[in-house]
């Protein structure tokens, strides 16, 4: 079975910093594009950020872009996802997903077929 298992969650103080990593079980994922989502309490699934299959191409969201970057490492079949100046806001529980359409601009839940278990991030003030 297909599986995508998300790490480095964690508490941090404001300003800080923290990188999650997501595993994917299979070289399949190689040429999905990859995404990140988050999810607050009482609150729906949001994106973050997404890239291609080949990491030529990142998207972000408004609200994090400049502070996050999105990576990929295609030899490990990782995503790596940098949070730097983290604010409280940025709490939730952070999920990857996959995207079979390659080209990483979706921005919707919709489409991503394969999705990680979350890690929770929780920024203090």
């Known amino acids: 079975q297909v599986q995508l298992v998300e790490s480095g969650g964690g508490l941090v103080q404001a300003g800080g910093s923290l990188r999650l990593s997501c595993a994917a079980s299979s070289r399949t994922f190689r040429s999905y594009a990859m995404g990140w989502f988050r999810q607050a309490p009482g609150k729906e699934r949001a994106f973050v950020t997404a890239i291609s299959w080949s990491g030529d191409s990142t998207y972000y969201a408004d609200s994090v872009k400049g502070r996050f970057t999105i990576s990929r490492d295609t030899a490990k079949n990782t995503v790596y996802l940098q949070m730097n100046s983290l604010k409280p806001e940025d709490t939730a529980v952070y999920y990857c997903?996959?995207?079979?359409?390659?080209?990483?601009?979706?921005?919707?839940?919709?489409?991503?077929?394969?999705w990680g278990q979350g890690t929770q991030v929780t920024v203090s003030s």
């Open positions: 997903a996959a995207h079979p359409n390659p080209l990483g601009n979706s921005r919707t839940v919709a489409g991503y077929t394969h």
